[in-house]
């Protein structure tokens, strides 16, 4: 089967920097997915890691180990508006091209 | 600019109604999604198509149906309505011919259903 897990809950300030862990169990790895999800809104995609290693983009990180399966989402320089759940997520293996999903991290940030 | 619409962002019915919601694409994507979210459960998936005409059962398929006469428009169908089926539904696309792993999956902005 398949499992993803990350923590239900994280709180940092503005400015600061925090680190979302994501694990995960599958078969057949194809990659992993990051999602933002402000509330009430659609998620939107963050980033895309398929090879070991850090991948940046702006404020965001993307941080991939393919044999430890373990992923994380590194934010810096955090801001008010970052505050949303973060989805990581990996290519369904009896299911196409859908994606499965971890329950979300909803981070908070304040000031 | 890449759309997924959806037909209502917030529907009322009430039990044992029959209910549509549907969802269009303009990207021209083969793979179409419907998932629920539920507050402390996540994204769980419903029913996919890849194709025209083609569905596939999700994790979680009990209680509905899908149609998909259009490459652009996929239907999730609630037979009977349950109270257990109170839930955000999002809908969504993914491109398949050409396409590689790393294409993400663009969201619709969801339907919160309400089953009275």
């Known amino acids: 089967g398949q499992n993803i897990d990350q923590p239900t809950e994280m709180t940092a300030t503005e400015g600061a920097i925090v680190q979302i862990n994501c694990t995960y169990q599958?078969?057949?790895?194809?990659?992993l997915f990051w999602y933002q999800q402000h509330a009430g809104e659609a998620p939107t995609f963050l980033s895309y890691?398929?090879?070991?290693g850090l991948e940046e983009k702006g404020r965001f990180s993307s941080f991939l180990s393919r044999s430890k399966g373990y992923s994380y989402l590194l934010l810096k320089e955090l801001q008010m508006k970052d505050s949303a759940s973060y989805l990581c997520?990996?290519?369904?293996?009896?299911?196409?091209?859908?994606?499965?999903f971890g329950k979300g991290t909803t981070l908070s940030v304040s000031s | 600019d890449v759309k997924v619409t959806q037909s209502s962002r917030y529907l009322v019915k009430r039990t044992g109604e029959k209910v549509f919601l549907e969802c269009v694409q303009d990207m021209d994507h083969e793979n179409m999604f419907w998932y629920r979210q539920d507050p402390g459960l996540g994204l769980r998936l419903i029913y996919f198509?890849?194709?025209?005409?083609?569905?596939e059962k999700g994790d979680i398929p009990e209680g509905y149906s899908v149609s998909r006469e259009k490459k652009e428009r996929f239907s999730l169908i609630l037979e009977s309505a349950s109270t257990n089926q109170t839930s955000m539904y999002l809908c969504a696309s993914r491109t398949g011919t050409g396409g590689g792993d790393r294409d993400e999956q663009f969201f619709g902005p969801g339907t919160r259903l309400t089953v009275l």
């Open positions: 599958t078969s057949g790895f194809n990659g």
């Open positions: 198509s890849y194709d025209v005409k083609m569905k």
């Open positions: 890691n398929v090879l070991d």
């Open positions: 997520a990996v290519i369904h293996n009896q299911a196409g091209t859908a994606l499965i």
